[in-house]
């Protein structure tokens, strides 16, 4: 099978172990193709190997534009392996907005499966440095490189031999991955996520789950989520399997489940919410499942109670935390009898850090307010990333030491309630500022304000979630201080640049805009405008 042993432990370390101890066990299961660690392993060397052999630049990252794919994951696996970060992208995302990433990220190499090449030349029109394009699945890489003038190519045939491998010394604070996110002032933030990071959060729910090689996990999210982090990399360290539904199969995945025998489920809880909707949460619908995971944004207590019920023999877990904390800094535990009465407007508690993390629920002084007092959630320990990439005065407003404090807090800007008591739970309340939930995926309202008035050439633009959901919201109205508006055409320059969940699905022409007392534009007054529409 090759070297496996690795100087220091990294990322990809708990997989390359799996691979040398359970060779025949199987790693993936996607697109109705089963690998085991052996095939996994063979494929995501070949790649590292090849990377090694055309270093596009010395720099620490390199770019996985693929989904759902074997490539993807050997992608991901054999990036790790050569030695870089991974900067997941999304085809689904506008060429434009992926290539802003992959601008911003600096990243000279990319793998790129069979479904994703073809954005390859629009997303790499005007960047004027060559990549090296590693495309392990493409049937006609010679097509691929003709429209890549410029750009190195390498198909299936030019792959390194996996033999060639060598593995890289890598340091804790070596970066594992770079995820964009959205940004306030336009621009996607880039958190940079270090080795040393992950281990910690690996270790964490490794224990607290028990994952053992018979364990086979769900894998929901897409790579540019973090929350694939868990996906992924949780199962990977203990032999376990991971299960990527297709696209459609995340329609109704209660078949899924079941064909699949999945022990584990982790996904956002509008996911849940939708089974429950088309009847997917009957009682006794998954008897295979030991936990229920999820995060993302809140959980409603009902879908709680309807997923206990539908999987008896399985542990229900909301996990909390953004991006800058790697994945999730805390967690509950539903218990049917007790967590009623820890809720909170219908919603399931955050619960109570990670061990080894720390939670400070402060006032606007950053000091810790009273016991059952409001306050914005700052987390510290080392899950809190190294910051924002290439973006110095970012960081430094996001990560602060608070009075009285020694170690960095990550400032989330989610609203939470102190417990009561000692042993209670956090409780999540939302957003301290403009950033909302659309259906999981995080957004802040001031990047889809500035596309919008670059789109309209309107100054006064003011975005807000509508209508409410139980978990967020289902969308996003813009009002723009114009006469009169092409909507239409306004929509479409938006999708040029924004993906499709942060497109706006109304636009509300306004010859002025509200003003309150302050001289800002009243968001309050727009939002009672929709309310008394609905």
């Known amino acids: 099978m090759g070297r496996t042993a690795v100087v220091a432990r990294s990322l990809a370390s708990g997989f390359l172990r799996s691979a040398e101890e359970l060779p025949d066990r199987p790693a993936l299961w996607v697109a109705d193709e089963e690998l085991t660690y052996a095939e996994l392993h063979e494929r995501a060397t070949a790649i590292a190997a090849t990377l090694q052999a055309h270093p596009a630049d010395d720099g620490p990252l390199g770019a996985v534009f693929a989904s759902r794919s074997t490539t993807a994951f050997a992608g991901v696996l054999g990036t790790l392996m050569g030695g870089r970060g991974y900067v997941p992208l999304n085809r ?12 911003r990220s600096r990243a000279r190499c990319v793998v790129v499966d069979a479904g994703s090449a073809g954005q390859l030349p629009e997303v790499l029109a005007g960047l004027d440095a060559p990549f090296t394009i590693v495309a392990p699945d493409h049937p006609d890489p010679a097509a691929l490189a003709a429209g890549l003038p410029g750009h190195h190519v390498l198909g299936p045939h030019d792959l390194a031999s996996a033999s060639a491998w060598t593995p890289p010394a890598v340091g804790a604070d070596a970066l594992a991955y770079l995820l964009f996110t959205s940004g306030s002032t336009g621009t996607p933030k880039g958190v940079v996520v270090a080795q040393r990071n992950v281990f910690h959060y690996v270790d964490v729910l490794i224990e607290r789950y028990e994952v053992g090689e018979e364990d086979r996990f769900s894998q929901t999210h897409d790579l540019t989520f973090d929350n694939s982090v868990l996906d992924m990399f949780v199962p990977w360290e203990r032999g376990a399997c991971v299960c990527c539904p297709s696209t459609k199969a995340l329609i109704k995945p209660g078949g ?12 956002v809880p509008s996911t849940a919410i939708f089974m429950r909707r088309l009847g997917e949460l009957k009682p006794g ?10 995060a993302g944004e809140p959980l409603p207590v009902e ?29 509950y535990r539903w218990d049917p009898e007790t967590s009623p009465a820890e809720c909170e407007h219908g919603v399931v508690p955050i619960g109570h850090a990670l061990p080894d993390m720390t939670t400070l629920v402060a006032n606007a002084g950053l000091r810790e307010v009273a016991r059952g007092e409001v306050g914005e959630l ?9 910051g924002y990439w290439d973006d110095p005065e970012r960081t430094a407003a996001a990560f602060v030491v608070p009075p009285e404090r020694d170690e960095v807090f990550y400032r989330t800007g989610d609203r939470v309630r102190r417990p ?20 999981g995926v995080r957004i802040e309202l001031g990047e889809v304000e500035a596309a919008v008035r670059d789109a309209t050439g309107a100054d006064a633009v003011v975005a807000i979630g509508w209508p409410p959901s139980e978990t967020g ?36 022409a306004l010859a002025e805009l509200p003003l309150n007392g302050s001289g800002k534009f009243d968001r309050g007054a ?9």
């Open 256 to 267: 899924f489940i079941r064909a699949q025998g999945l022990t584990t489920w982790f996904s």
């Open 473 to 508: 919201y289902d969308g996003i109205v813009a009002f723009v201080g114009t006469p009169q508006l092409d909507a239409p055409a306004v929509r479409a320059r938006v999708a040029e640049r924004l993906g499709a969940h942060m497109v706006p699905r109304r636009f509300v």
């Open 285 to 294: 619908s998954y008897p295979t499942l030991r936990w229920g995971l999820f």
């Open 303 to 331: 879908v709680a109670r309807a997923w206990a019920a539908a999987a008896p023999g399985c542990t229900v877990e909301n996990l909390y935390g953004p991006t800058e904390v790697t994945v999730d800094c805390t967690l």
């Open 92 to 103: 689904a995302l506008p060429p434009a907005r992926t290539r802003l990433m992959l601008q």
């Open 526 to 534: 727009l939002r009672r405008s929709l309310e008394e529409q609905a």
């Open 420 to 439: 009561r008591r000692p042993d209670g739970p956090l409780t999540y309340l939302g957003r301290a500022d403009d950033q909302i939930k659309v259906r």
């Open 378 to 386: 700052l987390v510290a320990g080392p899950q809190v990333t190294l």
